[in-house]
C-alpha cells in the first residue's frame, strides 16, 4: 500500500531532511509538508492524505493533534519527536495517534513503527496494572499470567507482563520460555531505546501476549533502578494496550514506585494460615493513600476452598472493607503453572479462570 | 564478641512459604525443651508471622529495642524487650518485628547486628527471615553459625528457585557445610523426587521434613507448636531429629503432654497502623 503523507516540521533543517527520505522511497507519496500545524490542518484536506507525520514537539502540533485525527478518521497519526518523551507519547496515544516516532527515522522506520503500533489494539491509552502481594507464593504471578492471557483473548489487543520481582521472579517459567533477553537489561539500556528497538526485550509468548522475563542472577537485581524501570514500563505503554507488572512481595523501592506509578493496582493474597487478611489490611494503609487520588485498587484473596458469597462476605468482614474478587483454590492451575504449561492447557472453563475472566471483562469494559 | 558464644540458626529460604516460619517456631520450641535458653527473632519484618503463629501480642518491638539502642548503647538491654513464649513448661523468647510497616522501612542493619550480637546469653538464637536476598538477610546469613536453607519439591518453578538460591549462596562464599539443605512437605510421590534435586543442587538433604497439613494447621489455630499441637504428628518427630542434629544429641521420638486447649478463640487484630514511604535500609537491594 502507497501512503500519501503529509510532513508537519517546525524546524526548517529538519523538515527537507525528513521529506527527502520519503520522497525517495516508492512507498511513499509526499503528498505536502509544512512548518505550521495549523496551516496544515487548514489545507491538507486537498490531498486526501493517509498518513500523517507530525512534530510533536511543537507546542502546536501536540494540541492540535486531536483536531486533526478528527478531520481525517481514516488516516494514520504518528507524533515524531527528537528525543524519546514518555509524556509526549501517552498525550500522543491519547489524542487517538498510533504512537510516535524519534527524529530523525528511515522510511523503514516508519513501516515498522506502523506495524508494531497497528498490532498495539485500540488507539486508547495503556492500562498500567501492577500485581501486588504482601508475601509471596500468593499467586500473584498466577494471576498476572492468566489476566495477561485473556485480557489478550477478550481484547484482540496485545498484553505485555514483565517480571519486575527481579530476584527470583517466575514469569518466564510459568510459559515456559527462555527470553534473550531481560527486565534488567532492558533498564539498563532504555535510555537509548525507542519502542521499535524496545520490542525485542520483550519474548511473544503467542497469543497476543509478550513477555519479559526477570534476570538470570538474583544479584543482577541490584542493577536495576526503579525509574529506568518505569521508564521501560512507560515506553511498553508504546507497543502494548496493556502492561501488567508482576512485583517482588512487600513493599521495597521497586515494588513502591512500580505501584505508585501504575493506574491500577491489583494487591492479591493467597489464604492459607489466616494471617493473611492481616497482611493484607496492613498493606491496605499504603494504598489508600493512592486510592484518594484516583488509582483504581483491588484487593482479591485467591487460594480461597469454598468460594462463595458467604464465604466473600466472611473475608470482608475481617478485611474491614470490600474484596473485588475471590478466586477458587484450584490444584488444577498449580500444575499447570508449575509445568509450564499455561499457554496451552489453561481451560476456560475453570472455576478460576472464570472468576478472573469476570474481572478481565470488566477491565475491558472499563468498568473496572 | 560476646555474641559468638550463642549459635545462630538462619532459617532462610529462597521461595516465600516454604515453612521457614513454623521451622524457625518448632526449632526454637525444640531447642528450649532441650533446655537450652533460645531467642526467636523475627526478621521478616515487614509481615512477620511468628507472634501470629503463636498466638501473642507484645508491646516491644525490635523498633523499640533500636532506638534505645541508638538513644544509649552502654545502657541497652535487649531483655528489655524481648517477649516471652510458654507453654507447658517449655519457654523461649521472641524478638517481635515492629507493628508498623513504615518502622520496619526504616530498620537499619547494623543496629540489628548489634542486638543480635547482645544476645550472647542464649545457647540458641534461631532467625525467622524472608525469601530474598536483602541487604539484612545477607547481614544475618554472614552472623549465623548455620543456615538452615529450606526448599519444597512439590512445585518446580520453587525448585528452580531453590537451585538459584543455593548457587548464589555458594556463589557469595557461604561454606558449603554452613548450609544445611532442608527439604519441606516432603512426600515420596513427589512431582520431583528428592534425589533429583539433590542431584541439580549437587548436595544432599542435611534433613527432610514430611508434609503434614492437618497439623500445622492446627498448631496455628491453637498458637502452639507441634509438640503441644500436634505431638504424634511425623512431622513433629522430624523436627525432634532437626533438633537433634543441631544439638548434637540424639533425641529419641517422644509424646509431650497434649496441653488442655481452652474452646479456640478467635485471635483478633487491632491494628490501625498507618505507613509513610521512607527510606528502607533493610530491604535494600543486594551488593553484587
Ligand atoms: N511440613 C508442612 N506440612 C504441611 N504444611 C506446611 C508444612 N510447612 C509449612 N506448611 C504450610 O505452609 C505455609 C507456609 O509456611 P510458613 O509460613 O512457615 O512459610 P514461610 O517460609 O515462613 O513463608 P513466608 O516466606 O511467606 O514467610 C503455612 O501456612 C503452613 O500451613
Ligand atoms: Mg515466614
Known amino acids: 500500500m502507497k501512503y500519501r503523507a503529509i510532513l508537519v516540521e517546525r524546524d526548517s533543517v529538519m523538515l527537507p531532511h525528513l521529506a527527502g527520505a520519503l520522497k525517495a522511497d516508492a512507498d511513499f507519496d509526499l503528498a505536502a509538508t509544512y512548518h505550521d500545524a495549523e496551516q496544515a490542518l487548514g489545507q491538507s484536506s486537498v490531498f486526501r492524505p493517509n498518513l500523517f507525520l507530525i512534530d510533536v514537539d511543537s507546542p502546536k502540533g ?26 509526549t507519547a501517552e498525550k500522543v496515544i491519547q489524542a487517538g495517534a498510533l504512537g510516535s516516532i524519534v527524529k530523525p527515522f528511515r522510511t523503514r522506520d516508519i513501516l515498522k513503527a506502523m506495524e508494531i503500533y497497528g498490532r498495539r489494539g485500540q488507539k486508547k491509552p495503556t492500562r498500567t496494572m501492577a500485581f501486588f502481594s504482601p508475601k509471596g507464593h500468593s499467586g500473584r504471578t498466577t494471576l498476572a499470567s492468566v489476566m495477561a492471557l485473556e485480557l489478550a483473548r477478550k481484547s484482540g489487543e496485545s498484553v505485555a507482563l514483565i517480571d519486575a520481582d527481579l530476584q527470583f521472579g517466575d514469569v518466564s517459567m510459568f510459559f515456559d520460555v527462555v527470553p534473550q533477553h531481560n527486565v534488567v537489561e532492558a533498564s539498563h539500556d532504555i535510555r537509548l531505546l525507542n519502542p521499535a528497538t524496545l520490542e525485542a526485550y520483550f519474548h511473544p509468548v503467542g497469543q497476543g501476549v509478550w513477555v519479559m522475563g526477570g534476570p538470570v542472577r538474583p544479584e ?21 494496550r496493556y502492561v ?65 458469597p458467604e464465604q466473600k462476605k466472611k473475608i470482608e468482614e475481617e478485611f474491614g472493607r470490600s474484596v473485588t474478587k475471590i478466586l477458587p483454590e484450584e490444584s488444577h492451575i498449580t500444575a499447570i503453572t508449575g509445568s509450564g504449561r499455561l499457554l496451552k492447557d489453561l481451560p476456560e472453563d475453570m472455576p478460576y479462570v472464570r472468576a478472573v475472566d469476570d474481572m478481565v471483562g470488566e477491565i475491558i469494559a472499563g468498568r473496572r | 564478641m560476646e555474641g559468638r ?77 524481648l517477649a ?48 530474598v536476598f536483602s541487604t539484612l ?30 548457587d548464589t549462596l555458594l556463589r557469595f562464599e557461604y561454606e558449603e557445610r554452613k548450609i544445611c539443605l532442608v527439604e519441606n512437605r516432603a512426600e515420596e510421590n513427589d ?23 492437618q497439623a500445622v494447621t492446627r498448631s496455628i489455630r491453637m498458637g502452639r507448636p507441634l509438640m503441644f499441637s500436634a505431638p504424634l504428628s511425623p512431622l513433629t518427630q522430624s523436627y525432634w531429629q532437626l533438633v537433634g542434629r543441631y544439638t548434637n544429641r540424639s533425641i529419641a521420638p517422644r509424646q509431650v503432654q497434649e496441653q488442655e486447649v481452652p474452646a479456640e478463640e478467635e485471635k483478633h487484630s487491632g491494628f490501625s497502623w498507618f505507613f509513610k514511604r521512607g527510606k528502607n535500609h533493610a530491604e535494600g537491594q543486594v551488593k553484587g
Open chain 1, 62 to 87: 501536540l494540541k492540535l493533534l486531536p483536531d486533526f485525527i478528527d478531520f481525517f478518521p481514516n488516516a494514520d497519526f504518528l507524533g515524531m519527536m527528537e528525543h524519546w518523551k514518555a509524556d
Open chain 1, 220 to 240: 543482577h537485581a541490584e542493577l536495576v533502578e526503579a525509574d529506568r524501570l518505569i521508564e521501560v514500563v512507560r515506553m511498553a505503554g508504546s507497543l502494548f
Open chain 1, 244 to 308: 501488567l507488572v508482576d512485583l517482588p512481595a512487600g513493599f521495597n523501592p521497586i515494588s513502591l514506585a512500580l505501584a505508585e506509578f501504575a493506574d491500577t493496582d491489583i494487591l492479591v493474597s493467597m489464604i492459607n494460615s489466616g494471617q493473611e487478611v492481616r497482611h493484607m489490611k496492613r498493606s491496605m494503609k499504603m494504598f489508600q493513600m493512592w486510592d484518594a487520588y484516583g488509582k483504581k485498587i483491588y484487593p482479591l484473596f485467591s487460594g480461597v476452598k469454598r468460594c462463595t
Open chain 2, 5 to 81: 558464644r550463642s549459635i545462630v540458626i538462619a532459617v532462610f529460604s529462597t521461595s516465600a512459604g516454604s515453612g521457614k516460619t513454623v521451622t524457625a517456631i518448632n526449632l526454637a520450641a525444640g531447642l528450649a525443651k532441650e533446655g537450652y535458653q533460645t531467642c526467636l527473632v523475627d526478621l521478616d519484618l515487614q509481615f512477620g508471622d511468628v507472634m501470629g503463629y503463636l498466638d501473642m501480642v507484645g508491646d516491644v518491638t525490635l523498633a523499640d529495642a533500636q532506638a534505645a539502642l541508638m538513644r544509649d548503647e552502654a545502657s541497652f538491654r535487649i531483655e528489655d524487650y
Open chain 2, 84 to 131: 516471652e513464649y510458654s507453654c507447658g513448661g517449655v519457654s523461649f523468647s521472641v524478638l517481635p518485628p515492629p507493628k508498623e510497616i513504615n518502622d520496619a522501612y526504616l530498620v537499619d542493619v547494623d543496629a540489628v547486628a548489634e542486638i543480635i550480637s547482645r544476645m550472647g546469653g542464649f545457647n540458641f538464637i534461631v532467625l525467622d527471615m524472608t525469601a
Open chain 2, 137 to 166: 538477610n545477607l547481614a544475618m546469613l554472614d552472623m549465623s553459625t548455620v543456615i538452615n536453607f529450606m526448599g519444597r519439591s512439590d512445585f518446580l518453578p520453587s525448585v528452580k528457585n531453590y537451585k538459584v538460591g543455593y
Open chain 2, 191 to 213: 512431582l520431583i523426587n528428592y534425589r533429583d534435586v539433590e542431584r541439580l543442587l549437587g548436595a544432599k538433604f542435611y534433613h527432610r521434613l514430611p508434609v503434614d497439613s
